[in-house]
């Protein structure tokens, strides 16, 4: 018989990424995922349940998710599930259910007035680092304001600002 096991997941960050080394120098990075489930009753009355999932990411993954997530922020991952078991210091015997993430994506949260839908910039990708860092709303990555004017930021967007053709941006 088949095996198959994948999960797939979008909620915020209830906590900070917590970063960590494993003795061989390994990154591990934990965070706790809040995902809500909304429905109507058979009453007809708005339901809604939060259900909140442990992850873990290991690699340049963790490391990504520790430099760019903070609690409350959204996220899309990929992942396997995964039993951990251990024996309490009192010995009895505990376990916990995780998601070792796979892979994962940057989801935009800035809102309305952001300029309508925006694709995710893909960061889970083992081999590609991240294509580019945060930056100020309305300036193109690398630029700086001009000496003596007035910031940038504030200024209507042009074509100028957008990143260059295959270049991906980090929603912030």
């Given at each position: 018989m ?13 906590r ?7 003795p ?5 990075c934990e ?9 109507s ?7 809604e ?27 899309f ?32 949260s ?26 100020a ?30 270049e ?5």
């Amino acid at each position: 018989m088949a095996n198959f096991n994948k999960v797939l997941l979008m909620g915020n960050l209830t906590r900070d990424p917590q970063l960590s080394y494993l003795p061989s120098q390994t990154p591990v990075c934990e965070i706790g995922l809040a995902v809500n489930r909304r429905w109507s009753g058979q009453d007809g009355q708005p339901r809604e349940e939060v259900t909140f999932v442990d992850c873990v990411a290991y690699g340049r993954q963790a490391e990504t998710i520790s430099k760019y997530l903070r609690k409350g922020r959204p996220v899309f991952l990929e992942g396997r599930l995964k039993l951990d078991q251990w024996e309490a210091q009192d010995g009895s015997k505990r376990s916990k259910m995780r998601v070792v993430i796979e892979n994962f994506q940057f989801i935009d949260s800035r809102g309305a007035g952001s300029g309508g839908e925006t694709e995710p910039a893909a960061a889970g990708e083992q081999d590609h680092p991240v294509r580019s860092a945060p930056r100020a709303a309305g300036r193109p990555a690398g630029s700086k304001p001009a000496a003596g004017a007035a910031s940038s930021e504030h200024a209507a967007p042009t074509d100028a600002d957008a990143p260059p053709p295959g270049e991906e941006e980090i929603p912030f």
